[in-house]
T-cell receptor
């Protein structure tokens, strides 16, 4: 069974608009962490944001926020005021107690000028 | 401070040849991870070192893959003999003990093409 599901293989968004990238996860561990990574065309994986399963508030990092809905097992990434440089592949990921990270298939985001 | 580095950035080899990928983690990071993304699929965990010891190698696809971490510093991942399905991008990541969420810092990856 897939543990991380990203249902949007690709998205096109107008520059300066907000964008939400969907992610749902599946785990039976009470303690886990959720991550979002950005992979630009250059290939490196850039850490964006983290949400712990016990965190009461949604994580925010600059223009990035994580809409964490624990009961729905949802961890959507929201990018406010999108920029051309946001065009990239975005991966949702989960770390369970065994410490390995499980990735979703990714969403390719295209920001249109 | 230097990030995680990987060498080479690209490697093109023929089926049956041997390739060795190298990862240098961030200095002081005890945890080192290898991941792989084959075309069109998810990034998959391969294995996890804590210092020089293999903590978890459950993701290693088969015995053609051998990972080492001599002295708990850099790590190598050898593929011998390489097969077509080994093509993909191999990522290394490192993390430091003691952080609340143990953030893993990724290297730029090595793109392996097996012809």
């Amino acid at each position: 069974a897939q543990k991380i599901t990203q249902t949007q293989p690709g998205m096109f968004v107008q520059e300066k608009e907000a964008v939400t990238l969907d992610c749902t996860y599946d785990t039976s561990d009470p303690s886990y962490g959720l991550f979002w990574y950005k992979q630009p065309s250059s290939g490196e994986m850039i850490f964006l944001i983290y949400q712990g399963s016990y965190d009461q508030q949604n994580a925010t990092e600059g223009r990035y926020s994580l809409n964490f809905q624990k009961a729905r097992k949802s961890a959507n990434l929201v990018i406010s005021a999108s920029q051309l440089g946001d065009s990239a592949m975005y991966f949702c990921a989960m770390r369970e107690v065994d410490d390995k990270i499980i990735f979703g298939k990714g969403t390719r985001l295209h920001i249109l000028p | 401070e230097a990030g995680v580095t990987q060498f080479p950035s690209h490697s093109v080899i023929e089926k049956g040849q041997t390739v060795t990928l190298r990862c240098d983690p961030i200095s002081g990071h005890d945890n080192l991870y290898w991941y792989r993304r084959v075309m069109g699929k998810e990034i998959k965990f391969l294995l996890h070192f804590v210092k020089e010891s293999k903590q978890d190698e459950s993701g290693m696809p088969n015995n053609r893959f051998l990972a080492e971490r001599t002295g708990g510093t850099y790590s190598t991942l050898k593929v011998q003999p390489a097969e077509l399905e080994d093509s993909g991008v191999y990522f290394c990541a490192s993390s430091q003990e003691g952080y609340s969420y143990n953030e893993q810092f990724f290297g730029p990856g090595t793109r392996l093409t097996v012809l």
